[in-house]
Nanobody, 115 residues
């Protein structure tokens, strides 16, 4: 089993910044892909960004230039640095980790962008 602990969510003003963290623990041999998704009530969960073990990144068009994903393989942790936040970034953010062939999800952390 793999456990994921997310942190860093909360309330932020428009234009502000936040960093999310997701630490994996448990029966980990090798994590391949790590990523962040987000979901707004009534909508499907959507990819925000992901990163391979070698560091190749992939971003949703809506966050390119504002969000940066990174990972620390020694700590089995993935980060999502976000700047210039807008109310449209308000959502529950979920960490996803692939330890082939299984996929694991975090419990989600609420991010609210509001003045």
């Amino acid at each position: 089993q793999v456990q994921l602990v997310e942190s860093g969510g909360g309330l932020v003003q428009p234009g502000g910044s936040l960093r999310l963290s997701c630490a994996a623990s448990g029966s980990i041999f090798s994590i391949s892909n790590m990523g962040w998704f987000r979901q707004v009530p009534g909508n499907q969960r959507e990819l925000v960004a992901d990163i391979s073990r070698s560091g190749t990144t992939n971003y949703a068009d809506s966050v390119k230039g504002r969000f940066t994903i990174s990972r620390d393989n020694a700590k089995d942790t993935v980060y999502l640095q976000r700047i210039s936040l807008t109310p449209e970034d308000t959502a529950v953010y979920y960490c996803r980790v692939i330890v082939s062939p299984r996929i694991y999800w975090g419990q989600g952390t609420q991010v609210t962008v509001s003045s």
